[in-house]
């Protein structure tokens, strides 16, 4: 499960890298904050159940936050016309 971890870090900092370059700095900056936390809980050599926990809180903390943004914060438009 470990390497799951360190999988998701490789994902979200390649993910880091195209929004950088998209000038969505952030965007990169929230992903490269999802790097270096899961790229740190890759390394920790916890239990298997202790990184599902980790992981459906992960999932829980961005589900409501989502929720959130695309509810209360997020304007919708089509080509910011």
Known sequence: ???TFRMLAFWTGIFAVLFYTGDMVE???L???QTAFFLTIGFLKLSERMYVYIFFSYLTVFMIGFTYYSSFILVPSFGGH
Do not use: G, H, P, V
Request: charged content about 20%.
């Open 1 to 3: 499960m470990d390497r």
């Open 27 to 29: 965007a990169a900056f």
């Open 31 to 33: 992903s490269l904050a």
